[in-house]
């Protein structure tokens, strides 16, 4: 059974960073892709980052050179480097592994960025 546990929310001033990790485990024959992913209160959920198992990286535009996802295949883990945190950021965030044709998602952490 595949299980992710994700870490490192928090609250943090306007201009801050955080570092989110998830560790996956249950996996047995690798993944096709991790990623995080964000719900904010009445909004649709929306991927924030993602990246496949060969390295390949995507980025909302919304997050372009200020987040930064990176992955460890040996480990099933991924982590996500928030820098330069706007309010419009606060939301839930979660991970989600892809192993096709489905799809495992976290709990998820809060974060939440005061202006």
């Known amino acids: 059974q595949v299980q992710l546990v994700e870490s490192g929310g928090g609250l943090v001033q306007a201009g801050g960073s955080l570092r989110l990790s998830c560790a996956a485990s249950g996996i047995n024959f690798g993944f096709n892709a991790m990623g995080w992913y964000r719900q904010a209160p009445g909004k649709q959920r929306e991927m924030v980052a993602r990246?496949?198992?060969?390295?390949?990286?995507t980025y909302d535009d919304s997050v372009k050179g200020r987040f930064t996802i990176s992955g460890d295949n040996t480990r099933n883990t991924v982590h996500l480097q928030m820098n330069s945190l706007e309010p419009e950021d606060t939301a839930v965030y979660l991970c989600?592994?892809?192993?096709?044709?489905?799809?495992?998602w976290g709990q998820g952490t809060q974060v939440t960025v005061s202006a």
């Open positions: 989600r592994v892809d192993i096709w044709p489905q799809s495992y």
């Open positions: 990246i496949s198992s060969r390295g390949t990286t």
